[in-house]
């Protein structure tokens, strides 16, 4: 099993949600990079579960990196973090072993390792894995920043309401313009709960501790942008800026929807409403080398002129490739699979049917905390993909 994501720049992940230590391998990193142990920390944090909407199990994610940061810079060979797991209660799944929770992977775990899998807490496929990727995220996020590429999430939708409720509270959009969009991701940064406005965020809130009180629980819709790319990174076809995002965003557990712009709103619309016009800009990078054509032959886009298009219904990238737009994706979150509620299933054990009641410690909703996850997942692609343009050593 390969369980690595990346070319130039790759994260390996491994663990067990009630093993020893969960972690990961970041590879390819240019020497010199910064590394604040503080940043990993804040990255964390904002994953961890925090007060009554989210599951009693909490980490205090006291990580180690052991290798590749020498005098808090990383040295350019491989960079591992190890995060222990102190806050087991692996009872709770002795009883149910073979009972397969619905939605969950318990069962597609069993008919791939034959049953060697370790079951307890969700194993590998624990959402407890994600910590990995959220400390890579401490890393990679403020390399990126440095060179004026900003990335930020919040909950779009907060779906699941009872009968008679709206099935969606909304959060506002992210903003078109580039500049408000940069305040909006900075004013994200520190927030547990990762919401642009306060009322719905107070209405979010309320409708998953209604959840949790119904032993429920609810999913929802992230909205992403990664500002600061300049346009021509990706490849045209099977490294599409599209494809690498939704590749690493898939593999996040409970994410099982990926949307570029406004695909599924607009493709309702005509080709005129849904084309986003040109249109040229003054403007200076001092970041990116090589834009525009090589020679006059070729055409040469002018110095300090950036082209850039007046809406952004295609999410920045046209063709595989990144348009110098915002990218913009949203992810849909589904409702944690483990819930208190009796739900039908089989014991695959014996192949008898079965009911099961979940029992452990779970989140009512895992949209708040997938957040920062997804922010990592971004970075990642997004390091890699300008990895392939410029070379490793552009990230340093
Ligand atoms: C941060 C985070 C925390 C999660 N916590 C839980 C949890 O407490 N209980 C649970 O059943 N699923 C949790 N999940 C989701 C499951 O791990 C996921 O639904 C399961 O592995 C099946 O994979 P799939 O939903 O992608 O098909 C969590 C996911 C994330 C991103």
């Not at 690595?4 to 990961?24: V, W």
Request: net charge negative.
């Amino acid at each position: 099993m390969k369980n690595t994501f990346g070319n130039s720049i790759s994260l390996t992940i491994f663990g067990e949600s009630h093993g020893p230590e969960i972690g990961c391998v970041l590879s390819g990193l240019a020497p010199g990079i910064p590394v604040s142990e503080e940043k990993i920390r804040t990255a964390l944090w904002l994953r961890r579960p925090s007060g009554t909407i989210s599951t009693s199990r909490v980490e205090q994610d006291e990580f180690r990196i052991i290798s590749g940061v020498y005098q808090g810079r990383t040295t350019g060979t491989p960079l591992s973090i190890l995060i222990p797991n102190t806050n087991t209660r692996s009872a709770d799944y002795e009883k149910t072993r073979f009972l397969a929770r619905p939605g969950h992977a318990d069962y597609t775990a069993y008919c791939k390792y034959h049953g060697f899998e370790d079951p307890r807490g969700g194993g590998h496929q624990s959402g407890r894995l994600t910590a990995a990727l959220a400390a890579a995220g401490g890393i990679l996020l403020p390399a990126l920043e440095e060179k004026g590429i900003r990335i930020g999430t919040h909950i779009r939708a907060l779906g699941g309401g009872r009968e008679g409720e709206t099935e969606f509270i909304e959060d506002q959009a992210f903003s078109q313009d580039e500049e408000a969009l940069n305040r909006e991701i900075e004013s994200l940064k520190m927030k547990l709960f990762p919401v642009l406005d306060a009322a719905a965020d107070e209405k979010m809130q309320h409708r998953i501790q209604q959840a949790r009180a119904d032993r429920d629980s609810v999913g929802g819709i992230l909205e992403s942008a990664v500002s600061g790319v300049p346009a021509g990174i990706g490849e045209p076809w099977f490294d599409s800026v599209e494809s690498a995002l939704s590749h690493i965003l898939f593999s996040i557990p409970a994410v099982k929807g990926v949307e570029f712009g406004e695909a599924f709103s607009m493709v309702g619309r005509r080709g005129s409403a849904y084309n986003d016009e040109y249109t040229a800009c003054r403007e200076t990078s001092a970041h990116f080398p090589g834009k525009g054509g090589k020679s006059p032959e070729k055409g040469q886009i002018p110095q300090n002129t950036v082209i850039r298009t007046r809406t952004n219904h295609n999410g920045g990238v046209n063709g595989g490739i990144t348009n110098g737009m915002p990218i913009l994706f949203r992810t849909a979150v589904k409702p944690t699979p483990s819930i208190g509620i009796t739900q039908k299933t089989v014991n695959f054990g014996t192949g008898e049917e079965s009911e099961i009641t979940v029992s452990g410690r779970h989140d009512p909703a895992v949209i708040h905390r997938a957040r920062i996850v997804v922010d990592a997942a971004a970075a990642l692609a997004v390091s890699d993909l300008l990895a392939l343009r410029y070379g490793t050593d552009w990230l340093a």
